[in-house]
C-alpha cells in the first residue's frame, strides 16, 4: 500500500513539475511542420510591395499554383507590367522559367530570383523544416528554448541551425506562439551571424485543419530601410487540374 | 637607274609647289593610316590583355556542379594546374578566379560590387603601387587588419568611404547560403576604366574561407598567354587541353568497418540514366535486397565477397571511411545495405557501389586519395562491360567557338540535372564574346574609314600624274629624241611617285607619331561603357614596327601601280608625236 501511495505521488508530482515546462524543441518543429504542411493541391494569389532605399517602391503580383502530390508547381506574374506574363514552371527536377516576349521556356537553377525579387525558386518547394533545421543546443546538448512575451502574446523562443548547407540562412530564430505554435517573427542570421532579415507574420488563416500566414513583413536588417511585404488572397484548396502544370497551359495564360 | 632617280628627284624639286601639296595629302594618308592601325592594336591590346584577361582568362578551365552554370567548383585546383602548365605552351600566368557579386554598404549608401579574390604577387603590387590614391598597401598584405578590401576611388566616392573605414558586404557563398563581412578599406585605387570600378580586391585566400571553398578548391581557373597577337592560339591551345582533360572512372579506396572489424573496399558510384541501368541489369545480378531509390541517400550494394566477409545481409548498416587527398582528413560515412549484388569479374572484390547522389555527395566534398596509388583499389578498366556505369570524375563538355554555342551547351547541361562535375574548357571566344565583338566593329570602322580616305588619296596621284604626263609630253619627246628608251621613261615617272610616296609616307609616319604623343597627353573622364577602351583615361596607340613597315611597302607598292598606267602611257608615246605636242 506504502508503494502504490508513493507511486501515485511520483506520478502526480512528475505531472505537476512538467505540466509548465516548455516542450521540446524538436518536438515544436515537428508541430509546425505539421500544421503548415499542405497536403494535396493549392492556388493562391500573391501580392508583393517592395521597398527599398533610395529606388521607391515597387509592387509585384503572381499567381501561384501547387500541387503537392506530383512535386509541381507554377508561377505566373501579373504584375509589375514589365513581368506580366512571365512564369515559372517546376515539374519534378525540372524547373523552368518562361518569357512572354520571346514566348521562351529556359531552365533555370532553384537559386534563381523570382520575378526579380528577393525570393528564390528553392523557397517554392515543399521541404519540411525539421529536414533543413536543428534545434541549437548549448555545450551539454539540451536545446535551448526560451518562454517570453512578443507583445501581448505569449511565445517560445528558440533557435535553429542547418543542417544542409543548401539552405539560405544557416541560422534562425524563432518566436512561436504558445497557444498554437503559429510563428510570429523569425530572425535570420548569416554564416559570420550577421542579423540579415527579420520577418514578421502578423496574419495566419486556416483551411481544411492546416496554417497558412496570410501577410508576412519582411524586414532587411543589413540594408536598413528596405522592407517586403506580402499578402496572399485567394487561397483555395480546391483539386487542380493535371494541365495546370504544362508547358502549353503557362503559354496560354501569360496570352 | 642612277641616272633616272637623279633625273626623278630633280623633276620632284622642280614642281615644287604641285609634289608638295600631293606630298602633305600623301603624308596625312599615311598618318591618319598609323594612327588608325595604332589605335585599332592598342583597342585589341587593351580589350584581349587588360579587359578579357580579367573577365575571362584567354583561356578557362571551369567545373559546374549539379548542372548549375552558376555553382562553379575545381575541387582540385592543383592536379588541373599541374596539367595545365605542363602541356600548354606561351603561358604567362594561370590563376584562381573567385568573384562575387555583393551588396555593400558605406558610410553614405549601399551599391553593387564584384568582390574578387585576389594573391598580392608581384605583378599585382606592381600594379597597386602604380594607381594608389590613399592608404597603405601593407594592410593588405600584412595580415594584421582584418579582411582588407582594395577599392577604386570611384566606388569609395559613392560609398563614402576612406582608408581605414569599413564597410559591410553581403553576398551569397557557393551553396548560396547568406554571408556578411566587414571590410576594412586598405587602399584607394585610381582606376583607369569603368570596367575596373565595380570590382574590390580582398585577399584570395580571405574570399575562399568566406565564400565556403577549401585551400585545395577554387572558383575557376584562368589562363593567359604571353600577349595575344595571334587568336588562333587560345583555340589551338584549348582544343589540345580538352583533349588532355579525358575523366577516368572515379574511385574511392578506403576500408569498410563492421562490428570492428575493418576491410579494405572500394566505393564507386553507377549512373542512374536508363541506358547505364540497363547495362547494370545484365551484367549485375542482385542476391538479395533492392537498388537504392534514384534520391535515395546513403543506402549501398554490396558486393558478394564484401557481405559475405562481414556476415551482411540488406538492411544491414555498414561503415566506410577514406582518407581525403588533402589536409590529412579521413572522411567516414555510414550507408545501408540496400542489397548485394554478384557480378563477373568484380564479386570477388569487396565492393561498395552507391548511386549518384550518395556518390557525388561524399566523393566531390571530401577528395579521396588517388586511389590508383594502391593496388588492392578496383580501377575499373576501359575494357570492362561496366566502365560506362560508373560514375566519372567528371564529364567533359564539347569544345564550342562561339557565345551562342556555348548558351545552348549551358542549356543542355542544365537540363541533365547530372549531380557530379561538369568540366568546360573554353576561350575568350566564347566567354568575353561580346567584348571581341565589339573590338571587331571598332576595327571595321576604322579600316573602312581609312581605306576611303586612301581611295580619295589615290584617284588625286592618279589624276596630278595625268597632268604631269600631259604636260611634259614635249620633254618626254625630247628626251626620247636624244636616246632615251621607252622603259626609262616609263620608270622615271614611276620613280618620281615612289619617290615623292616614300619621303611623304615617312612624314606621315614621324607627324603621327607627335600627334599619338599629343592626344596621349589629354585625360579623357567619361563614364560612358567607351571608357574600357582608355587606359588611365587615355587613348591607348601600341603602333608596331612591323605594322608600319608592312603598310609602308604597301603604299608604296600602290603608289607605284597607281603610276604605272600613266608612266606607261608615257613612255609609248613616239619622239616625234611628243615634240608636235602643243597644248
Given at each position: 500500500?506504502?508503494l502504490i501511495?508513493i507511486?501515485?505521488?511520483?506520478?502526480l508530482?512528475?505531472?505537476?513539475?512538467?505540466?509548465?515546462?516548455?516542450?521540446?524543441?524538436?518536438?515544436?518543429?515537428?508541430?509546425m511542420?505539421?500544421?503548415?504542411?499542405?497536403?494535396?493541391?493549392?492556388?493562391?494569389?500573391?501580392s508583393?510591395?517592395q521597398?527599398?532605399?533610395?529606388?521607391g517602391v515597387k509592387?509585384?503580383?503572381?499567381?501561384?499554383?501547387r500541387?503537392?502530390?506530383?512535386?509541381?508547381?507554377?508561377?505566373?506574374?501579373?504584375?509589375?507590367d514589365?513581368?506580366?506574363?512571365?512564369?515559372?514552371?517546376?515539374?519534378?527536377?525540372?524547373?523552368?522559367?518562361?518569357?512572354?516576349?520571346?514566348?521562351?521556356?529556359?531552365?533555370?537553377s532553384?537559386d534563381?530570383?523570382?520575378?526579380g525579387?528577393?525570393?528564390?525558386?528553392?523557397?517554392f518547394?515543399?521541404?519540411?523544416?525539421?529536414?533543413?533545421?536543428k534545434?541549437?543546443t548549448?555545450s551539454?546538448g539540451?536545446?535551448?528554448i526560451?518562454?517570453?512575451?512578443?507583445g501581448?502574446r505569449?511565445?517560445?523562443k528558440?533557435?535553429?541551425i542547418?543542417k544542409?548547407?543548401?539552405?539560405?540562412?544557416?541560422?534562425?530564430v524563432?518566436?512561436?506562439?504558445?497557444?498554437?505554435?503559429?510563428?510570429?517573427?523569425?530572425?535570420?542570421?548569416?554564416?559570420?551571424?550577421?542579423?540579415?532579415?527579420?520577418?514578421?507574420?502578423?496574419?495566419?488563416t486556416?483551411?481544411?485543419?492546416?496554417y497558412?500566414?496570410?501577410q508576412?513583413?519582411?524586414?532587411?536588417?543589413?540594408?536598413k530601410?528596405n522592407?517586403s511585404i506580402?499578402?496572399?488572397?485567394g487561397?483555395?484548396?480546391k483539386?487542380?487540374?493535371p494541365?495546370?502544370?504544362t508547358?502549353?497551359?503557362?503559354?496560354?495564360?501569360?496570352? | 637607274?642612277?641616272?633616272?632617280l637623279?633625273l626623278s628627284?630633280?623633276?620632284?624639286l622642280r614642281?615644287k609647289?604641285?609634289?608638295?601639296?600631293?606630298g602633305?595629302?600623301?603624308?596625312?594618308?599615311m598618318?591618319i593610316l598609323?594612327?588608325?592601325?595604332?589605335?585599332?592594336?592598342g583597342?585589341?591590346?587593351?580589350?584581349?590583355?587588360?579587359?578579357?584577361?580579367?573577365i575571362?582568362?584567354?583561356?578557362?578551365?571551369?567545373?559546374?556542379?549539379?548542372s548549375?552554370?552558376?555553382?562553379r567548383?575545381?575541387?582540385d585546383?592543383?592536379?588541373?594546374i599541374n596539367?595545365?602548365?605542363?602541356?600548354?605552351?606561351d603561358?604567362?600566368?594561370v590563376w584562381?578566379?573567385i568573384g562575387?557579386?555583393?551588396?555593400?554598404?558605406?558610410?553614405s549608401?549601399?551599391?553593387?560590387?564584384i568582390i574578387?579574390?585576389?594573391?598580392?604577387?608581384?605583378?599585382?603590387?606592381?600594379?597597386l603601387?602604380q594607381?594608389?590614391?590613399?592608404?597603405?598597401?601593407?594592410?593588405?598584405?600584412?595580415?594584421?587588419?582584418?579582411?582588407?578590401?582594395i577599392?577604386?576611388?570611384?566606388?569609395?566616392?559613392?560609398?563614402?568611404?576612406?582608408?581605414r573605414?569599413?564597410?559591410?558586404?553581403?553576398?551569397?557563398?557557393?551553396?548560396?547560403?547568406?554571408?556578411?563581412?566587414?571590410?576594412?578599406v586598405?587602399?584607394?585605387?585610381r582606376?583607369?576604366?569603368?570596367?575596373?570600378e565595380?570590382?574590390?580586391f580582398?585577399?584570395?585566400?580571405?574570399?575562399k574561407s568566406?565564400?565556403?571553398l577549401?585551400?585545395?578548391e577554387?572558383g575557376?581557373?584562368?589562363?593567359?598567354?604571353k600577349?595575344i597577337n595571334?587568336?588562333?592560339?587560345?583555340?589551338?591551345e584549348?582544343?589540345?587541353?580538352?583533349?588532355?582533360?579525358?575523366?577516368?572512372v572515379?574511385?574511392?579506396?578506403?576500408?569498410?568497418?563492421?562490428k570492428n572489424?575493418?576491410s579494405?573496399?572500394t566505393?564507386?558510384?553507377?549512373?542512374?540514366d536508363k541506358?547505364s541501368?540497363?547495362?547494370m541489369?545484365?551484367?549485375?545480378?542482385?542476391?538479395?535486397?533492392?537498388?537504392?531509390a534514384?534520391?535515395?541517400?546513403n543506402e549501398?550494394?554490396?558486393?558478394k565477397?564484401?557481405?559475405?566477409?562481414?556476415?551482411?545481409?540488406?538492411?544491414?548498416?555498414?561503415t566506410?571511411?577514406?582518407k581525403?587527398k588533402y589536409?590529412?582528413l579521413?572522411?567516414?560515412n555510414?550507408y545501408r545495405?540496400?542489397?548485394?549484388?554478384?557480378?563477373a569479374g568484380?564479386?570477388?572484390?569487396?565492393?561498395?557501389?552507391?548511386?549518384?547522389?550518395?556518390?557525388?555527395?561524399?566523393?566531390?566534398?571530401?577528395?579521396?586519395a588517388?586511389?590508383?596509388?594502391?593496388?588492392?583499389?578496383?580501377?575499373p578498366l576501359?575494357r570492362?562491360?561496366?566502365?560506362?556505369?560508373?560514375?566519372?570524375?567528371?564529364?567533359?563538355?564539347?569544345?564550342?567557338?562561339?557565345f551562342?554555342?556555348?548558351?545552348l551547351k549551358?542549356?543542355?547541361?542544365?537540363?541533365?540535372k547530372?549531380k557530379?562535375?561538369?568540366?568546360?574548357?573554353?576561350?575568350?571566344?566564347?566567354?568575353?564574346?561580346f567584348?571581341?565583338k565589339?573590338e571587331?566593329?571598332?576595327?571595321?570602322?576604322?579600316?573602312t574609314a581609312?581605306?576611303?580616305?586612301?581611295?580619295i588619296i589615290?584617284?588625286?596621284?592618279?589624276n596630278?600624274?595625268?597632268?604631269?604626263?600631259?604636260?611634259?609630253?614635249?620633254?618626254?619627246?625630247?628626251?626620247?629624241a636624244?636616246?632615251?628608251?621607252?622603259?626609262?621613261?616609263?620608270?622615271?615617272?614611276?620613280?618620281e611617285t615612289?619617290?615623292?610616296?616614300?619621303?611623304?609616307?615617312?612624314?606621315?609616319?614621324?607627324?603621327?607619331?607627335i600627334?599619338?604623343?599629343?592626344?596621349?597627353?589629354?585625360?579623357i573622364?567619361?563614364d560612358?561603357?567607351?571608357s574600357?577602351?582608355l587606359?588611365?583615361?587615355?587613348?591607348?596607340?601600341?603602333p608596331?614596327?612591323?605594322?608600319?613597315?608592312?603598310?609602308?611597302i604597301?603604299?608604296i607598292?600602290?603608289a607605284?601601280?597607281?603610276?604605272?598606267?600613266?608612266?606607261?602611257?608615257a613612255s609609248?608615246?613616239s619622239?616625234?608625236?611628243a615634240?608636235?605636242?602643243?597644248e
Open positions: 500500500m506504502r501511495k507511486f501515485f505521488t511520483t506520478i508530482l512528475f505531472i505537476c513539475l512538467t505540466a509548465g515546462a516548455a516542450p521540446k524543441v524538436s518536438e515544436i518543429v515537428k508541430k511542420d505539421y500544421l503548415y504542411e499542405q497536403i494535396g493541391d493549392i492556388s493562391v494569389r500573391v508583393i510591395v521597398n527599398k532605399a533610395r529606388q509592387n509585384f503580383g503572381f499567381l501561384y499554383f500541387r503537392d502530390k506530383t512535386d509541381e508547381f507554377l508561377i505566373v506574374a501579373f504584375a509589375p514589365t513581368e506580366k506574363g512571365n512564369g515559372y514552371l517546376r515539374v519534378g527536377e525540372n524547373f523552368w522559367m518562361y518569357r512572354q516576349n520571346t514566348r521562351t521556356f529556359q531552365h533555370i532553384r534563381e530570383s523570382i520575378l525579387t528577393n525570393a528564390k525558386g528553392g523557397d518547394e515543399k521541404r519540411k523544416l525539421s529536414d533543413l533545421y534545434p541549437f548549448d551539454g539540451s536545446e535551448i526560451a518562454e517570453e512575451m512578443l501581448k505569449e511565445v517560445y528558440f533557435t535553429l542547418a544542409v548547407n543548401d539552405v539560405t540562412y544557416p541560422k534562425q524563432y518566436w512561436v506562439q504558445k497557444e498554437n505554435y503559429l510563428t510570429l517573427k523569425m530572425q535570420s542570421y548569416s554564416l559570420s551571424d550577421t542579423l540579415m532579415q527579420t520577418a514578421y507574420f502578423p496574419k495566419w486556416q483551411i481544411e485543419g492546416k497558412i500566414w496570410i508576412a513583413i519582411f524586414i532587411d536588417e543589413f540594408e530601410g522592407k506580402v499578402d496572399l488572397s487561397i483555395s484548396t483539386q487542380l487540374d494541365k495546370i502544370f508547358k502549353a497551359y503557362l503559354e496560354n495564360l501569360s496570352k | 637607274m642612277r641616272l633616272i637623279a628627284l630633280r623633276n620632284l614642281q609647289r604641285r609634289n608638295l601639296f600631293l602633305i595629302a600623301i603624308c596625312f594618308g598618318m598609323v594612327l588608325a592601325i595604332s589605335f585599332s592594336q583597342l585589341t591590346d587593351t580589350l584581349l590583355n587588360r579587359v578579357v584577361v580579367y575571362a582568362g584567354h583561356m578557362s578551365i571551369v567545373t559546374m556542379e549539379e548549375n552554370k552558376d555553382r567548383i575545381i575541387r585546383k592543383e592536379k588541373f596539367i595545365v602548365k605542363s602541356n600548354i605552351k603561358i604567362k600566368k584562381e578566379s562575387v557579386f555583393a551588396r555593400v554598404i558605406g558610410n549608401r549601399a551599391d553593387n560590387a574578387v579574390g585576389r594573391v598580392a604577387d608581384k605583378d599585382f603590387l606592381e600594379y603601387g594607381n594608389l590614391v590613399e592608404g597603405n598597401l601593407g594592410d593588405f598584405t600584412s595580415g594584421a587588419v582584418e579582411n582588407p578590401v577599392l577604386y576611388s570611384n566606388k569609395a566616392k559613392t560609398l563614402g568611404v576612406k582608408y573605414d569599413t564597410i559591410n558586404a553581403r553576398f551569397a557563398t557557393i551553396t548560396k547560403q547568406q554571408q556578411s563581412v566587414r571590410l576594412n586598405a587602399a584607394v585605387l582606376s583607369s576604366n569603368l570596367f575596373e565595380m570590382a574590390m580582398v585577399n584570395l585566400k580571405d574570399l568566406l565564400v565556403g577549401k585551400p585545395h577554387t575557376a581557373l584562368y589562363i593567359s598567354f600577349r595571334n587568336p588562333d592560339h587560345a583555340i589551338r584549348a582544343i589540345k587541353l580538352h583533349k588532355l582533360l579525358k575523366p577516368d572515379a574511385v574511392i579506396y578506403g576500408e569498410a568497418v563492421n572489424r575493418s579494405n573496399a566505393a564507386l558510384g553507377y549512373a542512374g541506358e541501368l540497363s547495362i541489369n545484365k551484367h549485375v545480378s542482385l542476391l538479395s535486397g533492392a537498388m537504392p534514384e534520391k535515395s541517400e549501398a550494394l554490396v558486393s565477397n564484401l557481405a559475405a566477409d562481414f556476415k551482411l545481409r540488406s538492411g544491414d548498416r555498414i566506410y571511411r577514406y581525403n589536409e590529412n579521413t572522411t567516414e555510414r545495405v540496400a542489397g548485394i549484388f554478384n557480378s568484380i564479386s570477388d572484390r569487396n565492393i561498395i557501389l552507391l548511386n549518384e547522389r550518395s556518390f557525388y555527395k561524399t566523393y566531390l566534398q571530401n577528395l579521396p588517388d586511389a590508383r596509388k594502391y593496388k588492392q583499389a578496383y580501377v576501359r570492362s562491360a561496366l566502365y560506362p556505369v560508373f560514375e566519372p570524375e567528371w564529364k567533359l563538355l564539347p569544345r564550342t567557338s562561339t551562342e554555342a556555348m548558351q549551358m542549356r543542355d547541361m542544365t537540363k541533365t547530372w557530379g562535375p561538369w568540366l568546360d574548357v573554353r576561350t575568350m571566344y566564347e566567354s568575353a564574346d567584348i571581341l565589339l571587331y566593329a571598332l576595327k571595321l570602322v576604322a579600316f581609312v581605306l576611303i580616305l586612301f581611295f589615290l584617284i588625286g596621284v592618279l596630278t600624274l595625268r597632268m604631269t604626263v600631259r604636260e611634259r609630253t614635249r620633254e618626254i619627246g625630247t628626251m626620247r636624244i636616246g632615251m628608251q621607252r622603259t626609262d621613261v616609263k620608270y622615271l615617272f614611276i620613280a615612289v619617290l615623292l610616296t616614300a619621303i611623304a609616307c615617312v612624314a606621315g609616319i614621324i607627324l603621327s607619331f600627334v599619338m604623343w599629343v592626344l596621349g597627353l589629354f585625360t573622364n567619361t560612358s561603357v567607351l574600357i577602351l587606359v588611365n583615361r587615355r587613348l591607348h596607340f601600341l608596331t614596327a612591323a605594322s608600319i613597315a608592312g603598310n609602308y604597301l603604299i607598292l600602290m607605284a601601280a597607281t603610276a604605272y598606267f600613266p608612266a606607261r602611257r609609248n608615246l619622239a616625234v608625236t615634240l608636235g605636242h602643243f
